[in-house]
Nanobody, 115 residues
Framework: QVQLVESGGGLVQAGGSLRLSCVAS????????MGWHRQAPGKQRELVAG???????NYADSVKGRFTISRGNAKNTMYLQMNSLKPEDTAVYYC?????????WGQGTQVTVSS
């Protein structure tokens, strides 16, 4: 089993910054991909950013230039630095990892951006 623990969500004013963290533990041998997704009320869950084991990254167009995804030295930790936050970034943010072709999801952390 794989356990994911997210942290760093909260309430911030528009233009502010937050940093999300996700730590993966358990049976993580073969962890190949880590990513952040988000789901706003009444909307479908969407990809925000992802990072592969070789460091390649991808971002949703809506966050390019504002968000940065990275992995820690231990490779089981992932971060999402979110700058210039907008009210439309308000959502529950979920950590997702792929281990041996299986998907695992965190419980989510709320990010609220006030105008």
């Amino acid at each position: 089993q794989v356990q994911l623990v997210e942290s760093g969500g909260g309430l911030v004013q528009a233009g502010g910054s937050l940093r999300l963290s996700c730590v993966a533990s358990g049976s993580i041998f073969g962890l190949s991909y880590m990513g952040w997704h988000r789901q706003a009320p009444g909307k479908q869950r969407e990809l925000v950013a992802g990072i592969s084991s070789d460091g390649r990254t991808n971002y949703a167009d809506s966050v390019k230039g504002r968000f940065t995804i990275s992995r820690g030295n231990a490779k089981n930790t992932m971060y999402l630095q979110m700058n210039s936050l907008k009210p439309e970034d308000t959502a529950v943010y979920y950590c997702r990892v792929v281990v041996m072709f299986n998907d695992y999801w965190g419980q989510g952390t709320q990010v609220t951006v006030s105008s």
